[in-house]
């Protein structure tokens, strides 16, 4: 199989507004369906995702298949995940993937990825186009089980990316970004137009590679997050004391050297992790969970 995986074995394949005009659809908003245009864009994606062809590739949300297309002339193995039935009976029809794409139904927000993992024996190489009204909860999502990922390379809103990428002080930095910071190395890739989709969005999109490290984090930790971040105009110390007693919050402080009057933007990722783990050892809330804030 994978010596017939070519460029030259895979004609291009058709357009989602010539697919959709052809079979009477339409996108649904409602899902945040917006199809990558143009097969050179989603070849360049790949290219510059830049991950290794070692084995198999997931992809979340197949759509109308231009990515998965592009990923098939690299990789020895697709398996495609789609929610919309209709897009799935297109993409059969039309038969313009290979053999080795394999297209799956289901809803990624409530895929069994550890199942995924155990089937493929290798953590997880994950693509995907993401409704961006599904960002955060896939992110989350991801982070909470990040050992079983390698490489994540996702397109959100642009504005996600930002996120994702902020660093402490900026108005952009959160949870999102202090997960980002300890469990990724992330970088941007590329930035899309709106016409760089059909139908197009109404705002511009980034691609993002998020690498993962698999590392121990305190259960504590999505709690410290969480009530953390829930009053950005507040003081750090104040908004921990809700859960915590205030002079076990302000040892640590003092122990790690983090000022009284900090608030919770001005951490690194790392200061979060230390300070939860100090407060795990010291005064664990009974009720914190290794689940994700929000």
């Known amino acids: 199989m994978p010596a017939a995986n070519s460029p030259a074995t895979l004609s291009e394949p058709p357009t989602p507004a010539e697919l959709l005009r052809r079979h009477g659809i339409r996108a649904r908003k409602r899902w945040g369906q917006h199809f990558l245009a143009r097969p050179e864009t989603a070849l360049r994606l790949v290219e510059a995702a830049g991950v290794p062809v070692k084995g198999p590739v997931v992809e979340l949300g197949a759509g109308l298949g231009t990515l998965t297309w592009a990923l098939a002339r690299v990789y020895p193995r697709v398996i495609a995940y789609e929610l919309d039935s209709r897009l799935l009976e297109i993409l059969r029809e039309e038969d313009f993937l290979p053999p080795w794409v394999e297209l799956r139904q289901g809803d990624i927000l409530r895929l069994d990825y550890r199942s995924l993992h155990s089937e493929l024996g290798t953590p997880l190489v994950v693509f995907g186009n993401l409704p961006y009204y599904l960002s955060g909860r896939l992110l989350f999502r991801f982070y909470e089980e990040h050992r079983l990922f390698s490489v994540g390379v996702f397109m959100f809103q642009r504005e996600v990316v930002e996120r994702l990428l902020a660093s402490p ?15 990724t190395e992330a970088r941007r890739l590329m930035l899309l137009k709106p016409g760089a989709f059909y139908p197009p969005p109404e705002v511009s999109s980034a691609v993002v590679r998020l690498v993962f490290r698999p590392r121990s984090l305190p259960a504590t930790l ?28 302000r040892e640590i402080f003092r122990e790690l050297g983090i000022p009284e009057k900090v608030r919770a933007e001005e ?17 664990p809330v009974e009720k914190a969970k290794e689940q994700a804030p929000g």
């Not at 999505?222 to 950005?232: D, E, I, T």
């Open 169 to 183: 002080g900026g108005r952009h930095y959160g949870v999102l970004s202090v997960l980002t910071g300890l469990l």
């Open 267 to 283: 951490l690194s990722p790392e200061e979060f992790l230390e300070l939860a783990w100090r407060l795990e050892a010291r005064h």
């Open 222 to 249: 999505w709690r410290v997050l969480k009530v953390a971040f829930s009053r950005r105009r507040k003081k750090l110390l104040r908004n921990l004391s809700t859960l915590w007693p205030e002079e076990i919050l």
